[in-house]
C-alpha cells in the first residue's frame, strides 16, 4: 500500500526538488501546496482583492477552478499559471494569504482530499503538523538563508526570472520570519519530523539521505 510523505520546511530549502525526485523514483505523486497558496495570491492580484479581505478571498477560493495536476502544473480558471504564480511578488502575496485562517482551512481541505487514497509526497509549512498529521514519514528540510538564496538566483536563471541575490535574500529572510510568527500553523518541524540540513549537501546526497529514511519506516 502507498503511503503519504510530509516533507516541509522553509522557502526555498529544496523541498519541491525533492519531492519531485522521490515521486519518480517511488511511483509516488508530487502536490506542491506552495503553489496552491501561489494561486490563491495570483488570482487576488488579478482580481484586486486586498490579501488581508479574509472573506472575500475565502470566497474567492470557493468560487475557483484550481486544478493540480500530477505532473506539476497548475491550471487555474482553465489557465496555465504555472510560470505566472514564481514571481517574487507572487511569492510575498503566498506569504500574505496564507496567514488567514480561512484560506488555511480551505486549502488543507482540498490537499486531504487529494491525497486521500495515498501515493502522494506533499511539501508546505504545515504537512506534518496539519494536512497529514499521520503520515509515516515527515522531512524537515531546511538551509542557511544565504545557501537557500543562491540555489534561487540559479533557478531563476535557468527560467530566466529576476534573480537579484540580494532582493531575494531579503525576501527570504521576510519570508521565513512571517512564516514562522504567523497566528495559525506557523511553520514549524513536527515532533515526529527528521530534520536535514541541505546547506553543505548537493541533491543526490540529500535524496539518498530522504529514501534512506523513507526504507527505514517503510521497509521499501
Ligand atoms: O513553498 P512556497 O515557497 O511555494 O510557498 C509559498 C508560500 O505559501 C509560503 O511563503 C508560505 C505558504 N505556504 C503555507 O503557508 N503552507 C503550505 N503548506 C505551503 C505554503
Redesign the pocket.
Known sequence: MKINIAI?GP??AG??TIADILAERLGYTHL???????AVAYDAFRKQIPLDDENRIVSMIEAMDLQMLPDGRVILDGEDVSDEIRTNEV??G??D??KLEGC?KA?VAM?QKICEEGGYI??????GTV?LKDAPVKIYLTASAEARAQRRVLQNQEKGLEADYEQILEDIRK?DY??MH?EF?P?TKAEDAIEIDTSDLNLEEVTDLVLKIIAEKTGD
Open positions: 516541509d522557502s526555498a523541498k519541491s506542491d501546496t506552495g503553489a496552491m497558496y501561489r511569492s510575498m503566498a506569504s494569504v496564507s488555511r486549502l490537499q506533499l511539501d508546505g509549512r504545515d504537512i494536512v519570508r512571517q512564516d504567523r500553523s511553520l
